[in-house]
């Protein structure tokens, strides 16, 4: 039997040759990566020890990032798209090449460290508009849904993988080593892409030529244009908000409110990304009819209550549980909201609607998390995630009153697109 009468969605996508070699190479620097980005983070905590100084380092590549996402945007609509991706992530290998040896040396400090923030933002800022156009261009239109949530499985899976390596590696070998993980892992991502072929008869479509400046704004245009992604969007800076304070505060979290140190920062992150690699999976499996945006809208209200039990919890196991909640939720809302994007989105403006999507959600972390540090210094860590919290079920609550009209605007554009 062909591998998608067992396996639904995940088979058509695993039925690719693209999508097979693709996986070897995603799967592998997305764990490294995310070794890097725990060791990263506790080396911060370990030379500043506070949570505003996360929260600020977290801002210094949210606002690199968000300055210069729409250029990115823009130019993914110009240039090929993967040559960009692959010389972005280049400079993102140097990056962890300089990391590894300052580590070493024991020159890793507070201003290398906001530096190298920095730079992960401009970085990504050219990666990430263009790299939503990977799939679309080795992937073929009916199995792009399922490709997108096999591919989101394999980020998820390496936060929890990433994290429980980076707990061992750090404990026995120390930063310098985990930063060299990604090193390694970068290199193998180089070699499997070299064996990607673009499908005979593939023309990426470009926007028209006029002036850069001209075309930045295509992006907010096209959002604003259609109002049920506008409001899903806008219900998911929340979100964004909440997930980006989560994950950078989790050192003060796990070591100050739990007392579990490195060791529960480990295990926290691994739990969370087990929950979002099950829900990614559970996606891809289902297909394209599991992306709807009634299923953004309930996972959305999880998503809220398990950053609440995270705020009232007071051991690590109850932590452990919200945690896994707060995986499960999140990456279903996030995965559906990206495969919603990606199908509606014209080919031209692909890389603008993504970026503006990623600037969105890169200025509510980099606020939020800032906005959550913040008070944490006044009011403690625990209060804090609770207030934010609440908000976003406010948000959510009014979102809730405009369910039927945000419904039916999808509804009208998939007929139109149909027909």
């Not at 990304?273 to 209200?301: C, D, I, K, S």
């Not at 196991?317 to 909640?325: G, K, V």
């Not at 969105?360 to 609770?386: D, K, N, V, Y």
């Not at 405009?402 to 697109?417: C, H, N, P, T, Y």
């Amino acid at each position: 039997m062909p591998l998608r009468t067992w396996f639904g969605g995940i088979g058509e996508a695993f039925s690719d040759r693209n999508f097979r070699l693709y996986s070897v190479g995603s799967i592998i620097s997305w764990i490294t990566y995310f070794v890097q980005q725990i060791a990263f983070s506790w080396a911060a905590w370990e030379i500043t020890q506070s949570a505003v100084w996360l929260a600020i380092i977290a801002l210094l590549s949210t606002v690199s990032n968000v300055l210069l996402l729409p250029l990115g945007g823009a130019l993914a609509d110009r240039v090929d798209r993967f040559r960009m991706v692959v010389s972005a992530y280049f400079f993102d290998f140097l990056k962890a090449v300089a990391l590894t040896v300052l580590a070493y040396s024991g020159h890793l400090s507070l201003p290398v460290i906001c530096a190298s923030a920095i730079l992960h933002g401009i970085i990504h800022a050219f990666s990430v508009p263009a790299s939503y156009g990977m799939m679309p261009r080795f992937i073929a239109r009916g199995c792009l849904s399922s490709a997108i949530a096999v591919s989101s499985s394999y980020t998820q899976f390496a936060v929890f993988a990433g994290p429980a390596i980076a707990g061992w590696i750090l404990v026995h070998w120390g930063v310098a080593a985990a930063f060299a993980t990604n090193v390694a892992g970068y290199l193998v991502y180089f070699a499997v892409v070299c064996f990607l072929r673009t499908p005979e008869g593939y023309q990426q479509q470009k926007s028209p030529r006029r002036s850069l400046l001209g075309d930045l704004p295509e992006g907010a245009r096209y959002i604003l244009q259609h109002k049920g992604i506008l409001a899903l969007l806008l219900m998911m800076l929340a979100g964004d908000a909440l997930l980006a304070a989560v994950y950078q505060l989790m050192p003060a979290y796990s070591d100050a409110l739990l007392g579990a140190g490195v060791g529960g920062v480990s295990i926290l992150f691994g739990t969370g990304g087990l929950g979002a690699t099950l829900a990614a999976l559970w996606l891809a499996h289902g297909g394209a009819h599991l992306a709807t945006p009634l299923r953004v809208f309930w996972a959305f209200l999880v998503f809220a209550l398990a950053v609440c039990g995270l705020a009232v919890s007071f051991s690590l196991f109850w932590s452990i549980a919200a945690m896994l909640a707060f995986g499960f939720a999140g990456e279903t809302a996030r995965t559906a909201t990206v495969s919603i994007l990606q199908i509606s989105v014209d080919d031209g403006q692909r890389g603008r609607v993504m970026s503006m999507r990623f600037l969105l959600q890169q200025a509510a972390g980099g606020l939020g998390t800032l906005a959550i540090g913040g008070m944490a210094q006044q009011a403690g860590l625990r209060l804090s995630l609770f207030a934010a919290a609440m908000i976003a079920l406010a948000v959510w609550a009014i979102a809730c009153l405009k369910r039927a009209r945000i419904l039916a605007s999808f509804q009208v554009g998939r007929e139109g697109s149909e027909s």
